[in-house]
């Protein structure tokens, strides 16, 4: 299996832009999360879905952003528009049912200049 | 709520030392706990699990007893490696409900030869 693919790799874009993350989850697997990586604020848990339902999105740090999943492999995470406190790592996360482990994507590098 | 807290890194030691990386908690009701491991420019995987409490998650010579009574999981190691030189982090799953993981803030290893 090729794991949980995230893309961009890298995103580069200027603050008012918007920004589309990507990931494609393990075939399969029917929990999918979104984390957010910082220096300040470590791993932060911005909103998980179930069955491609929405189940918590509490961790969405406002209205700028927005996650969807339109079917069981795909899902984004999009942010419109973007501010320069935006830039961290984005991880997708996805695991087979609950209370099985966690697979992570290798994350894509945001940076809002 | 439920949360980690880790010892702040960075940890530097080393080859073949001995490691300790503390980590306590707060939940209600009787978490799973995990410890996680992040290699430069990759994603987390899964370290070592435990369950219930007295149980003890082992893998590659890492080890973690989830101690109840001190609301703690430390990660021990008797011997590092230079290849061992990573982020860790402990994160704690809420007893029912969803596979959603509230992780520590990370603790940075650098293990020199």
């Known amino acids: 299996d090729a794991g949980v693919i995230q893309s961009p790799r890298h995103e580069v874009t200027e603050m008012g832009q918007e920004v589309t993350l990507r990931c494609k989850p393990i075939s399969g697997h029917n929990s999918l999360f979104w984390y957010r990586q910082t220096m300040m604020r470590g791993l932060e848990l911005l909103i998980y879905?179930?069955?491609?339902?929405?189940?918590?999105d509490s961790g969405m740090p406002e209205d700028r952003f927005s996650a969807k999943m339109p079917n069981a492999s795909f899902s984004t995470l999009k942010i419109q528009p973007s501010e320069p406190r935006d830039s961290a790592v984005y991880f997708c996360?996805?695991?087979?049912?609950?209370?099985?482990?966690?697979?992570f994507g290798s994350g894509t590098q945001l940076s809002v200049l | 709520g439920n949360s980690v807290t880790q010892m702040e890194g960075p940890v530097t030691l080393s080859e073949e030392a001995f490691l300790t990386i503390n980590c306590t908690y707060t939940a209600t009701g009787y978490p799973s706990l995990f410890w996680y491991v992040q290699y430069p420019g990759e994603g987390l995987q899964l370290l070592l699990k435990a369950t219930k409490a007295d149980d003890k998650g082992s893998n590659k010579g890492f080890e973690a007893t989830y101690r109840k009574e001190t609301t703690s999981f430390h990660l021990e190691k008797g011997s590092v490696q230079v290849s061992d030189s990573a982020v860790y982090f402990c994160a704690l799953r809420e007893s029912g409900g969803y596979n959603k993981l509230i992780f520590g803030a990370g603790t940075r290893l650098a293990v020199h030869p």
């Open positions: 996360a996805s695991s087979l049912n609950v209370g099985e482990k966690l697979f």
């Open positions: 879905f179930n069955n491609n339902v929405p189940i918590d």
